[in-house]
């Protein structure tokens, strides 16, 4: 008698070897190629400066008592890298629809590495500048850019002698027919100090 076909040891070993291709097969459409898990949206302020590595972030208070926002983060070039991290910030807050509660203003800390005059090297605060963040919630940040930004500053504050020319080249490249609020408020700042730098 002819042995059935469906007794054949090659013919049990076909089944199995079509069972994984099908597996395989489902296990494709359903997760797709190489797709890795969906990474969940940042569901508070804190998850959202980790995820997006946007520095750091606490509170204070106005001097109306009202709670202000403080993210502190690095910069290495100056004002345009500070704008830049301010819009990325505001923007993302905005596409993540995260909103501080009660808080009326956002307030940036840039601070950057320095060498003191022994060589040593540190990391200080050098800015400080703050936004009226519900005002920031309802901006389209796709036609902003570092100059943009710089005109809707409401406060600012130099910290460190240290960036003082980086903000006087920022400022001098930018028209003189252009009010920039971030212009006249870190020079009140600077006046203040007497860290103007002297011309010449």
Not at 38 to 60: D, I, V
Not at 164 to 179: A, M, R, S
């Amino acid at each position: 008698m002819y042995e059935s076909i469906t007794q054949h040891p090659l013919s049990k070993l076909a089944r199995a070897l079509c069972g994984l291709i099908l597996v395989g097969m489902g296990a494709y459409f359903v997760f797709g190629e190489d797709q890795a898990p969906a990474k969940q949206s940042p569901k508070t302020l804190e998850e959202f400066a980790a995820q997006k590595n946007m520095g750091t972030l606490s509170y204070s208070a106005d001097e109306a008592g009202k709670p202000v926002l403080v993210n502190t983060f690095t910069v290495a070039r100056g004002t345009y890298e500070a704008m830049d991290h301010a819009k990325n910030f505001l923007s993302g807050l905005q596409e993540a629809h995260l909103h501080v509660v009660d808080g009326k203003v956002v307030r940036f800390v840039a601070q950057t590495p320095l060498v003191d005059r022994l060589g040593h090297e540190t990391s200080a605060p050098v800015l400080q500048f703050e936004f009226d963040l519900q005002e920031m919630q309802t901006a389209n940040y796709k036609n902003l850019g570092a100059l943009s930004m710089a005109r809707q500053v409401k406060d600012v504050e130099v910290l460190h002698p240290a960036i003082t020319e980086d903000i006087v080249q920022f400022c001098n490249e930018i028209p003189q027919q252009v009010k920039v609020s971030f212009c006249f408020l870190s020079a009140f700042s600077l006046v203040q100090k007497h860290w103007v730098p002297q011309e010449g």
